[in-house]
C-alpha cells in the first residue's frame, strides 16, 4: 500500500531524513521506532507533503506523491493524527468531528465512532479544548476515521495519557484493524507498539536501521533496549 524509498528531508539547511527506507502492507499495523529527534514525526509529514523540501519516492498504491500537496495526499486516502492533536479552540466536539472532508468510501459513521468513543457522544456540545487529554486524542482520531481514508497515520497516540486511557487507544487500533484499516504508528510507549505492530522499523539518526517482525522481537529485545535505550 505506502512504499517509501531513499526519502530525504530537510527543515531549511537541516537535513533531517537520510534515505528513509520502509513500507506498510495493506491492513497491517507498522510502527516507527527510535528516539526523540530519530526522525519518525518528520517521516509521517513528509509522506503527508507537509514538508516542502524532500527527494526519493513515496508511493501509495502505486501513485507517486513525492511532489504531491497536502490536500492531494489526504485525498488519496491517507489521514494524519498529528501529536498536537490540532484540535480548534471555537469548535464543539461535534463541529470538529465533522470538520474533515469525506473523501471515500468506507469511513465510519457518527454513531459507530460514537460507540467506540462514548465519551465523545457525552460530551458533543462541550467546546473542543475543554475536553481532558484523553478525550482530545480520543477526538482527534476520530475526526480522520469519518474520512474514508485507508491508511491512518497515528503520531504519538499516547503520549501523556492515563493508563485506563492508553488502554482503550490500544483496544481501538485493534478494532480499526479488524475492520480493514492500516496504520502506520509513531510511539515512544514501546510496551504499547509491541503489542499491536505487525513489524516495527527501528529509526537512528533519520534512517531505518532495522525491521523486527513482531514474532521476532523477544530474540532482539536486547539489541532493541540498547536502541532505544529502554
Known sequence: MLKVSELNAWYDESHVLHGM????????????????????????KSIMGMISKRTGSIKFN??????????????SGI????????????????????????????????DEIHLLFP???ERAKSPGTKLSGGEQQMLAIARILRTGAKL????????????VIVEQIGIMIGV????????LLVEQNFRFASKLADRHYVVEHGEVVDM?????LDAKMEQLQK???I
Do not use: W, Y
Open 62 to 75: 502505486g501513485t507517486e506523491l513525492i511532489n504531491a500537496r497536502p490536500d492531494i495526499v489526504g485525498r
Open 176 to 183: 480499526l484493524k479488524r475492520r480493514g484499516f492500516t496504520i
Open 152 to 163: 491512518l497515520m497515528l503520531d504519538e497516540p499516547t503520549e501523556g495519557l492515563a493508563p
Open 212 to 216: 523486527i517482525r513482531k514474532n521476532d
Open 227 to 229: 536502541r532505544l535505550g
Open 21 to 44: 527506507e520502509f513500507e506498510v502492507r495493506e491492513g497491517e499495523v507498522v510502527s516507527l521506532l527510535g528516539r526523540n529527534g530519530a526522525g519518525k514525526t518528520t517521516s509521517l
Open 79 to 110: 489521514a494524519l493524527c498529528p501529536e498536537e492533536r490540532g484540535i480548534f479552540v471555537g469548535l464543539n466536539v461535534t463541529e470538529n468531528l465533522m470538520l474533515p472532508p469525506v473523501i471515500a468510501k468506507g469511513g465510519m459513521s457518527v
Open 119 to 121: 465519551n465523545l457522544k
